[in-house]
């Protein structure tokens, strides 16, 4: 059964942010009703604040616990009375007992679901709201018939529109409905007027069971039908016209490495916005604005059923007209089930704090102190990531957004050299001035962070990524720089900045997080024989936290201002493809990936890859394990090695804890930032930063940050033999 149906998600009038500015310049929220899982009857309303990228699917509310295919949701006008107020959300839900119409007022905090109708007998619905009136396709014993209503509450049937044995689709075009109903091995388009009948237009060849359709322009409707395989297939047409034609390909596709089982989608007020990024102000959306002068009219936005997960995308339009549109994963509601999660003997435990001047864990080092004293010796109140990078004979650590005691230097990163790095208790002398990238209209606020560098001939490289919130993304593009400084400048009794120059634009699309590390030579199957020194091997992710991982391989010999890249496109029987188009890049492995670490060890004879778990994962709050013998897998099934909301909040442990568990009462934590202060922490980017023989088994140490404390700190975890046996890989 599936989790959704294509009208399944709407932007609604709600403001996705508070206060009557920010609600003006922003895009309104996304509304969403999808089922629990594929075999439950639970359907939950889920929505999205548009006004920042950065926020996630909340669930607000469970509809109903008596489903029996997926809702369809709409919303009725409105309200202009003494103040405004958005109008009623409206689902219709198939049940036992029939079609179940259900409301909920938005504008009433916690304001719950309330079952107001039934229509009788339902298999399948489609929903959509115009001019006042709510207009419903229902499919009932393979036969599919229009209803309306104009308050929810009491229902109409109309005209019978034709044979159907799948779930219909419903859009609004000018002043007419359009309607396609999967027929076996075709879609029949249906255009209609309430007042003046129906009649059948054309007929698209799809073996399709659940298309969706979505009023894209004035006159312009478009239709997506998911396909037998990989990836969904396009038409359009209008009310008038008596064919519908296939669409050109967007560049990459939507979701064209998996398999969709349905999809949603909803003309939005969102578009790429104006980028403010040198003023430290992202990219601006005024979808708000356009919303309230002209409606939607931005972007197009999918919800996919892809597997059994669900990912929303954006369909970018640039501005030039030129340009080609592309779809780009801009959030995870639920990853897709990626095997069983094996858990780790034991779990990881914290060595000390690194950055900062105290470690407030009760239970931690009687001295309080840190491995850096970083406020004292560098003016470093926090900070967050942790990449520990090999720069010669010497070890660096790359920190993101950090917050000085100079206030004017906001969150501009922060680089620290590590003394005694293999040590047990290893020292970290934290630069007092910021990182400073030069060129290529690098950025350096918030979330233009350092992610991973290399050393070639000499120099030392680095990539960060820019121009956060660009075209609604998190982060908007990862960039290649080189150091002008030398790690003997790090000290803590300068404020003068490390400097950087930009040299090219990595990617805008699949590879904005990566993790870098030196490939052998004699490692077969790479691409660019010629290369006259080792390759660098990059894995990458493309939106934070909502894409797949992806691998892609540099090479440092030739012009790094204009970087030689080839992406893996496919391993036949072990053997590796590649191409020189990012777009042909695969999934490496499935996921919703932010900050990304792969490392080689030694002591395992395999890569590394650390990441976190994922939104609604059955391995709940985690940093989880992967190893591999090659670089592109295949991948050994996920270890989790620390659960931070047992382990880190630790609640029945309150001497155990390092991440603020409460709003009050709470000894552990600090005020770095107004955003953060007093409020529950919560783990994230976890990067490896060394690997050594330990008993029967290895040791890995990894750095972790923590948001509150605003700081990073150093972990262990001890892979024990039964460990290693789950991962199917030993010592090596």
């Known amino acids: 059964m599936l989790l959704l149906g294509s009208s399944s998600l709407i932007q609604s009038s709600v403001p996705g942010d508070t206060g009557r500015w920010r609600a003006l310049l922003r895009a309104p929220r996304l509304e969403a009703l999808v089922r629990r899982s594929e075999d439950a009857a639970i359907v939950d309303h889920y929505v999205r604040s548009q006004g920042r990228p950065d926020r996630g699917w909340v669930r607000a509310a469970t509809v109903t616990t008596s489903c029996l295919a997926p809702a369809a949701l709409a919303q009725r006008p409105d309200r202009w009375g003494p103040r405004w107020r958005p109008g009623a959300l409206v689902a219709l839900i198939p049940s036992q007992e029939g079609v179940a119409a259900w409301t909920h007022d938005p504008s009433v905090d916690a304001s719950p679901w309330q079952h107001v109708a039934c229509l009788g007998a339902g298999e399948a619905v489609a929903l959509a709201a115009h001019a006042g009136t709510l207009h419903a396709v229902i499919a009932q014993a393979g036969r599919a018939r229009h209803w309306f209503s104009r308050d929810a509450v009491s229902w109409q049937a109309g005209q019978f529109l034709g044979q159907t044995n799948g779930t219909p689709a419903l859009t609004i075009l000018g002043d007419r409905l359009v309607v396609a109903l999967p027929q076996g091995e075709e879609v029949q388009i249906v255009i209609g007027q309430p007042r003046t009948g129906w009649t059948p237009q054309h007929r698209v060849a799809s073996l399709s069971d659940s298309p ?59 578009s790429g916005g104006w980028d403010a990024s040198r003023l430290g102000l992202g990219a601006l959306n005024l979808g708000g604005t356009r919303q309230a002068f002209s409606g939607p009219g931005g972007w197009v936005q999918a919800l996919v059923a892809e597997d059994d997960g669900l990912f929303l995308w954006h369909r970018e339009q640039p501005r030039a007209r030129a340009a080609s549109a592309r779809w780009v994963r801009a959030a995870a ?173 990595l990617s805008d ?67 590796p493809s590649w191409s020189v188009a990012e777009t042909d890049a695969v999934p490496l492995v499935r996921g919703a990936f932010g900050e990304v670490s792969v490392r080689w060890v030694a002591a395992l004879g395999a890569y590394a890859l650390l990441s976190m778990s994922d939104p609604e994962d059955a391995a709940g709050g985690a940093v989880v394990l992967r190893l591999s013998t090659l670089p592109w897998g295949p991948w050994s099934e996920r270890l989790v ?25 709470d000894p552990v934590g600090d005020a770095i930032f107004a955003a953060q202060a007093g409020r529950p922490g919560g783990a994230y980017a976890p990067y490896l930063y060394d690997s050594r023989p330990h008993a029967d088994g290895v040791a890995l140490r990894y750095t972790l940050s923590t948001w509150n404390p605003y700081q990073v700190v150093l972990m262990e975890h001890h892979l024990s033999a039964a460990d290693l046996t789950l991962l199917g890989v030993t010592p090596g």
């Open 212 to 270: 969706a359709l979505v009023s894209a322009a004035p006159r312009q409707a478009w239709l997506a039908l998911p396909q037998p395989d990989t990836g969904v297939s396009w038409w359009r047409g209008s009310a008038t016209a008596s064919s519908w034609t296939p669409m050109p390909d967007a560049l990459p596709a939507l979701a064209g490495h998996a398999q969709v089982r349905s999809v949603a989608l909803s003309v939005t007020s969102l």
């Open 641 to 665: 090695l620390f659960d931070w909301i047992a382990e880190g909040l630790s609640f029945d442990d309150p001497s155990r804890r390092f991440i603020r568990a409460f709003h009050d009462d």
């Open 333 to 505: 509601l639920r990853v897709p089930s990626v095997g069983p999660v094996l858990r780790a003997q034991a779990p990881s435990h914290k060595v000390a704090q690194i950055s900062g001047e105290h470690d407030t864990q009760p239970g931690g080092n009687s001295t309080g102190s840190t491995l850096s004293s970083s406020h004292s010796t560098s003016g470093v109140r926090g900070t967050d990531l942790g990449v520990r990078v090999e720069v010669g004979d010497q070890s660096v650590m790359l920190f993101g957004d950090t917050h000085w005691q100079r206030k004017r230097w906001a969150t501009r990163d922060a680089l620290a050299l590590i003394h005694d790095p293999d040590g047990a208790a290893p020292r970290f002398e934290f630069h007092g001035g910021p990182l400073r990238f030069r060129g290529h209209g690098t950025t350096m606020t918030e979330y233009d962070v350092p992610l991973d560098g290399f050393t070639h001939a000499g120099q030392w490289y680095v990539f960060t990524s820019s121009n956060h919130f660009a075209r609604h993304q998190v982060m908007g593009r990862s960039l290649l720089a080189r150091a002008d400084d030398r790690p003997s400048a790090i000290t803590g009794r300068t404020r003068r900045p490390f400097r950087f120059t930009t040299l090219a634009q």
């Open 509 to 575: 699309l699949s590879f904005i997080n990566v993790s870098a590390q030196r490939l052998p030579a004699e490692l077969p199957h790479l691409p660019f024989p010629d290369a006259s020194q080792g390759l660098i091997g990059l894995w990458g992710s493309g939106s934070y936290r909502a894409d797949d991982l992806r691998f892609a391989v540099l090479d440092p010999s030739a012009d790094l201002t204009s970087p030689r890249l080839a992406y893996l496109s496919g391993v036949h029987r072990g053997v």
